[in-house]
Each structure stands twice: as C-alpha cells, then as structure tokens.
Antibody, heavy 117, light 108 residues
Framework: VQLVESGGGVVRAGRSLRLSCAAS????????LHWVRQTPDKGLEWLAL????????SLKVSMIGRFTISRDNLNSVLYLDMNNLGVEDTATYYC???????????WGKGTLVTVSS | SYLLTQPPSVSVTPGKTATITCGGS??????VHWYQQRPGQAPLLLIY???ARPSGIPVRFSGFNSDNTATLTIDRVEAGDEADYYC???????????FGGGTKLTVL
C-alpha cells in the first residue's frame, strides 16, 4: 500500500491550490479516504473524508465553502481543492486510508503547503 | 465541535508504564483510535476500535475507553516509544472526525 501526496508548494494568500494523492497497492475504489493536516509544531487536524464511490463526503465544518474533496477511481487518485488560502492554512497535508471503522491504517508522507502573505 | 483533551506531555522512565488519557464528553459511547507520530514521520495507527492492535504493534500498547476518558497504556516503555500520541474520535453531532491535541511522551 502506498499513498503519495503532491501539489504542495508556496502560494500567495487568497489563491487556490489542488492537492493530489496517488494510491497504489490496494483496490482504491473499495476504501474511504481522508485528508488530514498538521500545522508546523502543532497537532493533527482532520479535514475531510470521501466514501469509496464518491457519494458521501464529510468536510470539517470550518472548511465548508473553501475546501472540496474528490476522487478519480479510474486512476486511483484523491484530491483536495483549497480556495482562498490564508496563512493559517500553512501545513503538511496528509492523505490516509480508512480501514472501515474510521481508523486510518495507511498514511502518505505528506505534502507541505506554505501560504505567504 | 467535540473537544478532546489530552495532557500536553507525559514523562516516564524506561521499563515503567506510561498512561496517556483522552478526555471527552461521553467518549465511552464512541469508538476511539490512537496514533503514534515520531518526529519527521507520518502518524502510525497504534490502536483502533478502543483496544484493538493492528498487525505489528507490540502487545505493550493497549487501549481502554469508558465514561468520559479513553486511555492509552504503554507497558515496559522503551526509548523508541518517545513520540507524540493522538486520540481520534468521530463526532456524530458535527459529522466530523476529531483529533485530540496530542501528548508528547518523553522517555527519561
């Protein structure tokens, strides 16, 4: 099982960014997937989840309207679209696989997003 | 949103037992997962469904959940256990998952 995030980088405040998570080593369309972030020197923050078929999504309440989670089951990729970024969104963003009970059994190494003012 | 309270830090000497708590209103009614995160690494699932251990996790790690507190216990602590530990719970009121603030375990 491998999850590889990409799309991070330095972006100016107010801009948008799309993160990708390429999955391999398991049947992608059988699993719920999540995005979690970690701000520098801070703890983990859950952001979003998307069901295996893409029909059910849940987004952290404070992110509704700015973040969108989606997936491409044909190509085994999970996405996180982030709009109107602020400096507070500077963090390492992880994708993770849900082993059916909400526990996250595989994580990517993360992609760093830095929002500059 | 649902608030999970963990002690910021716990210290323990090698060979002793470390206890890390995760407090939340009626958390005993929910399912709790625990993660270990070493510096510079992604989190690792340590305990799921309150007390189950994924394959490869030593029996020294155990979990319990009741009333308003979930507990992660690490027996016979080793230097390699030094890491941050996070609890993780579903909040049905907000339809969101929530992480505790994390506990830094220091092995003296």
């Amino acid at each position: 099982v491998q999850l590889v995030e990409s799309g991070g980088g330095v972006v100016r405040a107010g801009r948008s960014l799309r993160l990708s998570c390429a999955a391999s080593g398991f049947t992608f369309n059988n699993f719920v997937l999540h995005w979690v972030r970690q701000t520098p020197d801070k703890g983990l923050e859950w952001l979003a989840l998307l069901s295996s078929d893409g029909s059910r999504r849940s987004l952290k309440v404070s992110m509704i309207g700015r973040f969108t989670i989606s997936r491409d089951n044909l190509n085994s990729v999970l996405y996180l679209d982030m709009n109107n970024l602020g400096v507070e969104d500077t963090a390492t963003y992880y994708c993770a696989r849900d082993q059916e009970d909400g526990s996250l059994d595989y994580w990517g190494k993360g992609t760093l997003v830095t929002v500059s003012s | 949103s649902y608030l999970l309270t963990q002690p910021p830090s716990v210290s323990v000497t090698p060979g002793k037992t470390a206890t890390i708590t995760c407090g939340g209103s009626s958390i005993g009614s929910e399912t709790v997962h625990w993660y270990q995160q070493r510096p510079g690494q992604a989190p690792l699932l340590l305990i799921y469904s309150n007390s189950a251990r994924p394959s490869g996790i030593p029996v020294r790690f155990s979990g319990f959940n009741s009333d308003n507190t979930a507990t992660l216990t690490i027996d016979r602590v080793e230097a390699g256990d030094e890491a941050d530990y996070y609890c993780h719970v579903w909040d049905p009121n907000s339809d969101n998952w929530v992480f505790g603030g994390g506990t830094k375990l220091t092995v003296l």
